[in-house]
């Protein structure tokens, strides 16, 4: 029912634009003004042979009329009004379906001043952190009592004191003026640190990595040209598409470095390392071949996208060689052959392709080729403290976008188990019920006392494609009492009766 809804508020933005009548355009396609205001006001579906006409006649792309961009502005305004300045304003589901399909242009705005918000609000936040934390403000604020103490005792001396020396009220007076010399000049500094202006001034659009998760989503976290520019460097490198030993992968691409840079690769020497820090290596080296060598596809597509700020631009370079390094060592077509035939054992093809269980999931996550797509997958990525780094959904699966995930995910409960597979099955307050699993994981580079960075990483598929997967095999996933109910937050959650809520929901609902 929403993706006629969606349509046919697409259809009435369409005639309006061209400034056509119901009539004039009913004439077009060839049917009658009282049907077409039908599908208009979403009681008549729109046909696939009208969408032909209508793309015929007016010259519209029919992606254009995909639901995808109204179905992410309306869980983007949800998950707005979650933040809990809206805390008092009561929002209704009908009345947010009816802003994004009558005024989608309106309702972008409010996120555009919803960002510019968010980004005063961290501002102001960094400038009170830099006046409690900064040791120039702690040591300033000790010199300026020091400095005020002592003019105002000698100004009372000279006050309460006629009688004074000459000679001993003019030193007293020239202390004051010093003392006054220097409490002007750490006041100036003091000023010139406090002033908005000295702070980094975010540009007022959304932050890069929501940008970039935009792009992603856009993209369906599948480019086939950063995938020609794989399948490039492992010919230039003569890896074949099934080439997976460490030590043959990593000496072809260190050979292609040296033909394309004078000196060789970095960290050559540890061609004889054990395997895992081999292919970690391997993975460093073709990320860094894709930058330095295989870029034009990175440009031309950061230079099409809608990225708007240079850290933008810059994040999504990182993530769009790191896409090709993938590529490199997990060759779309070997890589999803494998995985089907081991029903998606991570352990097996992390061994296989050499490869950490992270990647494994991520280049799982954009096996989506329209002409051989592997099961649509989520993949989210979190570190200890919940915090999203990573996130992106082909299975349907809501992922928070503002603030923190629901607690009942399994993304959380994998931190008490590590290195251990934890699986759930998920339902959303909506009834839509996924098959997850998570897996905690550790990376550390250099010795015992360096700093480690604990995460999270999960992947899962609507429950549907879960028979597909060999997690699923010694699961009921008929059995009721397993599901799990989870929602995208607390503030978009409407179950009444979860015990880790957090924050009260801002959207009615009767389901518990």
């Given at each position: 029912m929403a993706k006629k809804a969606l349509l046919g508020s697409k259809v009435r933005r369409?005639?309006?634009?061209?400034?056509?009548?119901?009539?004039?355009?009913?004439?077009?396609?060839?049917?009658?003004?009282?049907y077409l205001n039908l599908i208009e006001h979403n009681q008549r579906p729109l046909t696939l042979p009208l969408l032909f006409k209508l793309s015929d006649l007016y010259g519209v792309d029919l992606q254009s009329f995909s639901q995808d961009d109204e179905s992410r502005l309306l869980a983007d305004l949800n998950e707005l009004f979650g933040d809990p300045f809206f805390r008092d304003t009561a929002i209704k589901r009908d009345e947010l379906n009816e802003a994004v399909r009558a005024a989608p242009a309106i309702c972008q705005a409010i996120l555009m001043l919803y960002h510019a918000y968010r980004n005063s609000r961290s501002e102001v936040q960094a400038l009170g952190e830099r006046l409690s934390d900064d040791s120039f403000f702690s040591t300033s604020t000790h010199e300026l009592r020091t400095l005020l103490t002592s003019i105002l005792s000698f100004s009372e001396i000279l006050e309460d004191h006629e009688n004074l020396e000459p000679e001993q009220r003019q030193r007293f007076i020239g202390v004051v003026a010093e003392e006054s010399r220097k409490l002007a000049t750490i006041m100036?500094?003091?000023i010139?640190?406090?002033?908005?202006?000295?702070?980094?001034?975010?540009?007022?659009?959304?932050?890069?990595?929501?940008?970039?998760?935009?792009f992603i989503h856009e993209h369906s976290n599948h480019f086939p040209a950063l995938e020609e520019a794989a399948k490039r460097l492992r010919s230039d490198a003569g890896l074949g598409s099934e080439e997976t030993d460490p030590e043959r992968r990593f000496g072809t691409l260190s050979a292609l470095w040296?033909?394309?840079?004078?000196?060789a690769p970095p960290e050559s020497g540890l061609a004889k390392a054990r395997s895992p820090v081999l292919s970690s290596r391997c993975f460093r080296l073709a990320q860094s071949l894709a930058v330095r060598h295989y870029s034009a596809e990175l440009e031309s597509l950061i230079a099409g996208s809608h990225l708007s700020s240079n850290a933008a631009r810059d994040l999504a370079r990182e993530v769009m060689a790191n896409y090709v390094a993938a590529a490199v060592m997990m060759p779309y077509e070997h890589f999803l052959v494998t995985a089907q035939d081991l029903r998606y054992d991570l352990d097996q093809l992390t061994w296989r392709f050499g490869v950490s269980f992270e990647q494994a999931c991520q280049r799982l996550s954009s096996l989506q080729r329209p002409d051989n797509p592997g099961i649509p997958l989520h993949f989210v990525r979190v570190d200890i403290a919940g915090n999203i780094s990573k996130r992106f959904s082909a299975s349907g699966l809501r992922?928070?976008?503002?603030?923190?995930?629901?607690?009942?995910?399994?993304?959380?409960?994998?931190?008490?188990?590590?290195?251990?597979?934890?699986?759930?099955?998920?339902?959303?307050p909506d009834g839509s019920t996924f098959f997850c699993l998570a897996r905690s994981i550790v990376k550390a580079e250099g010795g015992h006392h360096s700093?480690?960075?604990?995460?999270?990483?999960?992947?899962?598929?609507?429950?549907?494609?879960?028979?597909?997967?060999?997690?699923?095999?010694?699961?009921?996933?008929?059995?009721r009492s397993i599901v799990v109910p989870v929602g995208v937050s607390c503030r978009l959650c409407a179950r009444k009766n979860c015990r880790q809520r957090a924050f009260p929901a801002i959207l009615e609902s009767d389901r518990s």
């Amino acid at each position: 029912m929403a993706k006629k809804a969606l349509l046919g508020s697409k259809v009435r933005r369409l005639r309006r634009e061209r400034s056509l009548t119901q009539l004039e355009m009913a004439k077009g396609v060839g049917i009658s003004a009282s049907y077409l205001n039908l599908i208009e006001h979403n009681q008549r579906p729109l046909t696939l042979p009208l969408l032909f006409k209508l793309s015929d006649l007016y010259g519209v792309d029919l992606q254009s009329f995909s639901q995808d961009d109204e179905s992410r502005l309306l869980a983007d305004l949800n998950e707005l009004f979650g933040d809990p300045f809206f805390r008092d304003t009561a929002i209704k589901r009908d009345e947010l379906n009816e802003a994004v399909r009558a005024a989608p242009a309106i309702c972008q705005a409010i996120l555009m001043l919803y960002h510019a918000y968010r980004n005063s609000r961290s501002e102001v936040q960094a400038l009170g952190e830099r006046l409690s934390d900064d040791s120039f403000f702690s040591t300033s604020t000790h010199e300026l009592r020091t400095l005020l103490t002592s003019i105002l005792s000698f100004s009372e001396i000279l006050e309460d004191h006629e009688n004074l020396e000459p000679e001993q009220r003019q030193r007293f007076i020239g202390v004051v003026a010093e003392e006054s010399r220097k409490l002007a000049t750490i006041m100036t500094r003091m000023i010139e640190q406090t002033t908005l202006d000295s702070l980094p001034r975010s540009e007022q659009a959304p932050p890069p990595l929501e940008e970039l998760d935009d792009f992603i989503h856009e993209h369906s976290n599948h480019f086939p040209a950063l995938e020609e520019a794989a399948k490039r460097l492992r010919s230039d490198a003569g890896l074949g598409s099934e080439e997976t030993d460490p030590e043959r992968r990593f000496g072809t691409l260190s050979a292609l470095w040296r033909r394309l840079e004078t000196g060789a690769p970095p960290e050559s020497g540890l061609a004889k390392a054990r395997s895992p820090v081999l292919s970690s290596r391997c993975f460093r080296l073709a990320q860094s071949l894709a930058v330095r060598h295989y870029s034009a596809e990175l440009e031309s597509l950061i230079a099409g996208s809608h990225l708007s700020s240079n850290a933008a631009r810059d994040l999504a370079r990182e993530v769009m060689a790191n896409y090709v390094a993938a590529a490199v060592m997990m060759p779309y077509e070997h890589f999803l052959v494998t995985a089907q035939d081991l029903r998606y054992d991570l352990d097996q093809l992390t061994w296989r392709f050499g490869v950490s269980f992270e990647q494994a999931c991520q280049r799982l996550s954009s096996l989506q080729r329209p002409d051989n797509p592997g099961i649509p997958l989520h993949f989210v990525r979190v570190d200890i403290a919940g915090n999203i780094s990573k996130r992106f959904s082909a299975s349907g699966l809501r992922i928070a976008r503002y603030g923190g995930a629901c607690p009942r995910l399994n993304l959380h409960s994998a931190f008490l188990t590590p290195g251990q597979t934890n699986l759930q099955v998920s339902q959303m307050p909506d009834g839509s019920t996924f098959f997850c699993l998570a897996r905690s994981i550790v990376k550390a580079e250099g010795g015992h006392h360096s700093p480690k960075s604990h995460f999270a990483v999960g992947i899962g598929c609507d429950i549907k494609f879960a028979p597909g997967i060999v997690y699923a095999d010694d699961i009921n996933l008929a059995n009721r009492s397993i599901v799990v109910p989870v929602g995208v937050s607390c503030r978009l959650c409407a179950r009444k009766n979860c015990r880790q809520r957090a924050f009260p929901a801002i959207l009615e609902s009767d389901r518990s």
